[in-house]
Structure formats: C-alpha cells, structure tokens
C-alpha cells in the first residue's frame, strides 16, 4: 500500500470509545469519513477499554466496513497485544503506540513490518519521546496537547502551546501532526507551526 505520509496538511482520525456492539451507531461517521479522503488520511483505531480479544472484533469489524477505502492503524498501549496480534496487522495500514510503549519497544520489534512498508507512529509529549519515536524508525509522531482541556471552563490538563509545538516540530526528524481540543479550523495554524497535520477524535466526529 501507498505510503501516504508525503501528503501535506491533513487529518487523523481517531475513534472514540467504540465496541463491537455499538459501532453501527458510527457507521455514518464512517461512510463520512470514507467518502471525504482527502480531508482524512488514515484512521487510528482506539479504545482502551476493551480486552485483546474485545479490541480484535473492533479492529477486523471497522476495517470490513471500510474494506479497503480508508487505511486503518491500530493502536496499542501494551507490548503483549502488539506481538500477538500479527495476522491483524499483516491486515492493517500500519500501527501507532502510546508513549509508554515507546520506552518497551525494541526495533527488533519492528523490522519485519517496516520491511513489509507497514506505517508506524507513536503518541509523544516531549523531545525525548519524539527521539524514541525516531530511533524506533517511526514515520510519525502525534505530539501534544497542544491547547488546554477544560472541563466546566476550569483548566483540567494544561496544554503545550502553539510555542513548545512548533519548538519541538520544526526540529524532529520525523513528521509531526498536532493533537489536543484541535479541529479542521486548525489545519492552517497548525500548518504554519510545522505540523503536517492534525490528529484527534474530533476528526472522526467532524469528518463531513
């Protein structure tokens, strides 16, 4: 599959808390989204919920009602999930890890996906994160928040900033999209501080 990541200034999906048993309330934000491509370059598959077994139903369920027509990355915040679920990935686009992953990954770990051009990414806060990402030989990194999450208008996590971000972008080896309370509207602030994109569930939402 094409490797899509030269493509400038676009979006990730990512989705919310689904499950196998309530995706079908989601299918149009999928038809959406397959439809409207060029807006959305991939979709990150999430739910930190759910078991292995919980999270593969999801994965293989969203990935038939795409069949094909949106690259899917799935996500993994453990390294026993990720090495036990090859088949899985041999199907997907690629694969994005937290950033507590990134600090158990070896790029032993790794290389027989990279040699079958399979994209991975990672999630990142920091400068020493976004260097795991890239020793690992990742293709990209989801660096933020970048704005601040409110919650009642009362600052519940405190964002990095447009400053940091483009701090941190304009120097990583890798390509970096903005993640944190971000929407479409943001694509061109984003773009002018060295993202090449944007990331979010907001994307998955707002994908018309």
């Known amino acids: 599959m094409e490797n899509n990541l030269g493509r400038n200034h676009s979006s990730i999906a990512i ?11 989601y299918i149009n934000n999928l038809e959406l989204i397959r439809s409207h491509t060029h807006k959305v370059e991939f979709l990150i598959i999430r739910n930190k919920s759910l078991d292995k077994d ?6 293989e369920r969203i990935m038939e009602l795409l069949n094909g027509k949106l690259p899917c990355i799935l996500h993994f915040d453990n390294l026993d999930s990720f090495v036990g679920m090859n088949d899985l990935i041999a199907e ?27 994209i991975f990414g990672g999630s990142c806060h920091n400068e ?4 795991l990402a890239s020793n690992l030989g990742l293709n990209y990194c989801i660096l933020g928040p970048v704005k601040d999450k409110l919650v009642e ?26 993640i944190g309370g971000l929407s479409n509207d943001d694509l061109e602030i984003a773009s002018k501080n060295y993202a090449c994109g944007i990331a979010g569930i907001s994307m998955f939402n707002q994908s018309s």
């Open 128 to 131: 020493k994160e976004i260097s």
């Open 15 to 25: 989705t919310p808390d689904l499950s196998p048993e309530n995706i079908s309330s």
């Open 92 to 118: 997907s686009y690629g694969v994005h890890f937290t950033s507590s992953l990134l600090k158990e990954l070896k790029k032993n770990d790794l290389l027989k996906y990279l040699e079958r051009k399979k």
């Open 54 to 59: 919980g999270y593969q139903k999801l994965a």
């Open 153 to 178: 208008k009362k600052i519940i996590k405190k964002g990095m900033g447009w400053d940091k971000f483009s701090d941190m972008a304009k120097r990583s080896p890798i390509k970096s999209y903005a």
